[in-house]
T-cell receptor, first 114, second 113 residues
Framework: EAGVAQSPRYKIIEKRQSVAFWCNPISGHATLYWYQQILGQGPKLLIQFQNNGVVDDSQLPKDRFSAERLKGVDSTLKIQPAKLEDSAVYLC????????????FGPGTRLLVL | KNQVEQSPQSLIILEGKNCTLQCNYTVSPFSNLRWYKQDTGRGPVSLTIMTFSENTKSNGRYTATLDADTKQSSLHITASQLSDSASYICVVSWGGATNKLIFGTGTLLAVQP
């Protein structure tokens, strides 16, 4: 079974630039999550989708971050404009449902903002 | 405030030795507790999951325990191997109806030959 795919794996940009990350969840998984993991910390949920609808985006900095899952499968996370403190690993995870389901994580995209 | 705290922050052990990692949580309402292993540069991978009524769960050389009364969990690694070197993250699910997760900051384990 293929896992959660993410691209790119690494990205280096300058502050105030824009960047986008892509995630392809495990086939059949209705729920998709984006996490931000700052070095030395545990992942922090940014947004959760159920199919193509948003379930939770309470910790998403909406002035600069946006995410979409238009067809209920792939998802993109965008940062515009980026700040130095956005340097982190952005993890995508998926699960079959939302009730007590194990989340399967992708390898992450490591972002460095200079 | 819902929190998950782990100790120690980091640990170095020799190959073949055992070790125990600790997790304390203040999460309500509690749904379940997971231990994840995160290798450097990779996403977390689930090791065990325990609900309120489960005291212990094993996965090969990994054994997790849960004391729901004291809100403590431990992960015991037996006969450590070099490949066990990773960050181990305790994750507590709360809220019941939705899979909201609270992550600990992890314990960084280094197994030396």
């Amino acid at each position: 079974e293929a896992g959660v795919a993410q691209s790119p794996r690494y990205k280096i940009i300058e502050k105030r630039q824009s960047v986008a990350f892509w995630c392809n969840p495990i086939s059949g998984h209705a729920t998709l999550y984006w996490y931000q993991q700052i070095l030395g910390q545990g992942p922090k949920l940014l947004i959760q989708f159920q199919n193509n609808g948003v379930v939770d985006d309470s910790q998403l900095p909406k002035d600069r971050f946006s995410a979409e899952r238009l067809k209920g499968v792939d998802s993109t996370l965008k940062i515009q404009p980026a700040k130095l403190e956005d340097s982190a690993v952005y993890l995508c995870a998926s699960s079959f449902g939302t009730l007590q389901e194990t989340q399967y994580f992708g390898p992450g995209t490591r972002l460095l903002v200079l | 405030k819902n929190q998950v705290e782990q100790s120690p922050q980091s640990l170095i052990i020799l190959e073949g030795k055992n070790c125990t990692l600790q997790c304390n949580y203040t999460v309500s309402p509690f749904s379940n507790l997971r231990w994840y292993k995160q290798d450097t540069g990779r996403g977390p991978v689930s090791l065990t999951i325990m609900t309120f009524s489960e005291n212990t769960k094993s996965n090969g050389r990994y054994t997790a325990t849960l004391d729901a009364d004291t809100k403590q969990s431990s992960l015991h690694i037996t006969a450590s191997q070099l490949s066990d070197s990773a960050s181990y993250i305790c994750v507590v699910s709360w809220g019941g109806a939705t899979n909201k997760l609270i992550f600990g900051t992890g314990t960084l384990l280094a197994v030396q030959p």
